[in-house]
Nanobody
Framework: QVQLVESGGGLVQTGGSLRLSCTAS????????MGWFRQAPGKEREFVAA????????YYGDSLKGRFTISRNYAEPTMSLQMNSLIPEDTAVYYC????????????????WGQGTQVTVSS
């Protein structure tokens, strides 16, 4: 059974940092891109960042690059999202996802999803 499990969410003040982690299991993820999405109350799930299967290529949603950093070791089924300079607008449930092949910003392209971890940024 394929599972993606997120960890590291929590409550932080504006300007603070959090590091999210995602671990995938249940199959080989060697050829899988992995990504982060987030969903705030009343809003659609949006792309945050993605990383290629070998960790060499990283991609970010608009306005997030520079504050967020996604990382993954070569072909490993784990990845992290370092979030700095957090603002209240970053408050959302953050989801880890995986897809076969190249990265994508489209949530529909991802086959496997975690249950999500809550990130709350207080003002």
């Amino acid at each position: 059974q394929v599972q993606l499990v997120e960890s590291g969410g929590g409550l932080v003040q504006t300007g603070g940092s959090l590091r999210l982690s995602c671990t995938a299991s249940g199959r080989s993820f060697t050829n899988y891109a992995m990504g982060w999405f987030r969903q705030a109350p009343g809003k659609e799930r949006e792309f945050v960042a993605a990383v290629t299967w070998n960790g060499a290529g990283t991609y970010y949603g608009d306005s997030l690059k520079g504050r967020f950093t996604i990382s993954r070791n070569y072909a490993e089924p784990t990845m992290s999202l370092q979030m700095n300079s957090l603002i209240p607008e970053d408050t959302a449930v953050y989801y880890c996802a995986a897809k076969l092949g190249v990265v994508s910003e489209a949530r529909i392209a991802y086959r496997y999803w975690g249950q999500g971890t809550q990130v709350t940024v207080s003002s």
